[in-house]
């Protein structure tokens, strides 16, 4: 089976930064994705990784480890248009290609 | 403009009925998806679509129905058999590489009268 762990609710300030955690076990891996999701909206996409390390894209960072079944998003500068969920999503390999999302993770900036 | 559209955005079902949700993309993507989420239980998948005429269960499938008659549509019924349907539906599209990220559309909030 597969299994992705997210905290479930997370507060911040804003102009801090703050690291969103998933931990997943799955039957092989095939890529890591992270996406945003505002209330009552469509998630969208911010991040991806496959091999180990760290991807930067402005003020959103993802790092893995493939070996630890890790990952966490990192979020500077922190504004409060970040207050939404992130959603961490695993693709494992093998015959089935088909994404597993963790229950996200409710983040609230405050001022 | 590319893209995917839910419709209706809200719809509200009585008992023993059936509603359709639909799913139009534009995206040329060869694979669709139905998500149901519900509060503080992330995304489960209803039923996924590879190909036109093919179609998989997903983990929760149901109480619920689907076609795949055309590239660009995945409907999704939801029967009176399943008893619990409030919750808010999303349509997902992708290419099928596993590099490449779901693209979602605006959701459907679907509730009991």
């Known amino acids: 089976g597969q299994n992705i762990d997210q905290p479930t609710e997370m507060t911040a300030t804003e102009g801090a930064i703050v690291q969103i955690n998933c931990t997943y076990q799955?039957?092989?891996?095939?890529?890591l994705f992270w996406y945003q999701q505002h209330a009552g909206e469509a998630p969208t996409f911010l991040s991806y990784n496959v091999l180990d390390g760290l991807e930067e894209k402005g003020r959103f960072s993802s790092f893995l480890s493939r070996s630890k079944g890790y990952s966490y998003l990192l979020l500077k500068e922190l504004q409060m248009k970040d207050s939404a969920s992130y959603l961490c999503?695993?693709?494992?390999?093998?015959?089935?290609?088909?994404?597993?999302f963790g229950r996200g993770t409710s983040l609230i900036v405050h001022p | 403009d590319g893209g995917i559209t839910q419709s209706p955005k809200y719809l509200f079902r009585k008992e023993g009925q059936n509603v359709t949700l639909s799913c139009e993309q534009n995206?040329?993507?060869?694979?669709m998806y139905w998500y149901r989420q519900d509060p503080g239980q992330g995304l489960r998948l209803i039923y996924y679509s590879q190909i036109v005429n093919d179609f998989q269960k997903g983990d929760i499938a149901e109480g619920y129905s689907v076609s795949r008659e055309k590239k660009e549509s995945f409907p999704l019924t939801v029967t009176s058999a399943q008893k619990n349907p409030t919750a808010f539906y999303l349509c997902a599209t992708d290419t099928r590489d596993s590099n490449q990220p779901q693209h979602f559309g605006d959701g459907t909030r679907l509730s009991i009268l």
């Open positions: 799955t039957s092989g891996f095939n890529g």
């Open positions: 995206l040329n993507h060869d694979a």
């Open positions: 999503a695993v693709r494992s390999s093998g015959g089935s290609y088909i994404p597993t």
